[in-house]
């Protein structure tokens, strides 16, 4: 029997838009014994409702945790807007009881209660904390020597800093950097390393959030970077789906390759970049990063 | 100061100030210590929007709240520019909140009758299909040919909480905007 078992949350984004992150994540986790659970019953974790009620947003997802402790598990979030609201209104339902009474009234009416029972653990948190660096490590047999890797720490992954973030300071995060550097390639400090994704204001104001992505791509393309990490299905989005929007605005190309955690990890671990990865579902093509491989594969 | 300056930033007057409007935001969840900010402007010299688009700057729609200008803040495009980083909430020496006061602000907009009009398209989609978006036939042939799990949410499955908040009904009632996005923005 696998030691963990999880719920897995993909959220919005990642069942239509980042299918890359989703194959990848589900291979690698089977090839670690890490067993996941699909729940059709999750749904929208209630992020995108913020801004217009709060009480709507935090119903949306206490639901959603209510269906997790149901079935007994915790939740694995690949979404870090997913992880990130969930941790916030869980830990609001934890410490505002009228809140909660309140919530579970509406949740009641749908055979749910929220007791806070179930967990919410971010993938990289999973792997960092949880399933342990030394455990991973053992898992590496082909290292990624000579991949240049700009890491995207995204904002919800570390902040509000005392709930989501973790041995993370939101200022100088390291997490990130040593779970790619375990994988042999080389994490690269670049100086739009924190820049946000703009993924919320997609919606709201598009030209902003192109520039955002143009600004980061810049900054990548500046350190000679092979490719760019991700481990949030809306940046995913943002960075791989809208990358030739904002090459558009920026009149320049980047062609920066976005690859989720979990694709650069599943490398290091022997797998086919195609048959197993999703590596053909991502949008910008990693095709020079993955002939840099075969050469220093050949090479050894 | 210079005429045209007058000109770009003209008078608050008697008429433009609800001095209910600190407390009313102050009330909303997020809003709770907007009374706390003394301007020292960390928020904008953070932010990543404020440094691309000058229509956008914490401090200012801060202040403007505090001297009660509701409607020009209630009704702004400029409060929706907010992508939610954290970083000024993080980095206030006042533990003002900002992020989640940027939620509050448009809570209320959405309340008086002025949603951004994205907010009524991402309801309405998650009211329908229980996430921002909808997985039908084509997206689940797709998620199969890559080796995924069709995700069949059920239908309707959030539309209850919307209507129980009250948030459909709020909706309905959105009034005209005064303003539009210079870009329209993508939902």
Known sequence: MSKFKFALFLGCNAPVRTLNYDRATRVV??????????????????????SADHLTAITMGARNLAVAEREGLDILAI?????????????????????RKDVNERLAKMGLEFTGKSKVRHIMRFFHEDYGMEELKKHVVRPLDGVKVAVHYGCHYLKPSEIVGGPDNPEMPHTVDELVDLTGAESVDYTERLLCCGGAILGYRERDSQLLIAKKMQSILDVEA??????CAFCG???DGNQKAAERIADKKFKVPVLPYTQLLGLAMGLDPYEDL????????????????????SES | MPEDAIEEYPLVTDDDIDPTFVQRVSATPGGEHLLDCYAC????????????DDEFNPRRIIRMALLGLKDEVLQSDFIWFCTGCYICQERCPQDVRITELMMAFRNVATEEGYPHPTVAIIADTVAKHGIIMEIGEFENEKRVKAGL???????????G??????????LKKAKPRPTKDADGGDA
Do not use: W
């Open chain 2, 161 to 170: 909480i919307l209507e129980s908040t009250g948030l459909t009904e709020t």
């Open chain 1, 29 to 50: 986790l089977s090839k670690l014994d890490v067993e996941v659970v699909d729940q059709d019953e999750f749904a929208c974790c209630g992020y995108p409702l913020e």
């Open chain 2, 149 to 159: 799990p069709p995700r069949n949410v059920p239908e309707d499955v959030h539309r």
């Open chain 1, 226 to 231: 092979d490719c760019m990490e991700m481990h």
């Open chain 1, 278 to 297: 999703g590596f053909k579902l991502n949008r910008v093509k990693a095709k020079d990063l993955l002939a840099k491989l075969e050469e220093v594969g």
């Open chain 1, 79 to 99: 979404c870090s807007a997913c992880s990130g609201s969930l941790m916030r209104t869980r830990s609001m339902l934890i410490e505002d009881e009228e809140l």
């Open chain 2, 41 to 52: 402007g960390t928020c904008s010299a953070s932010c990543p929007v404020r440094a691309i």
């Open chain 1, 237 to 239: 989005v943002m960075y």
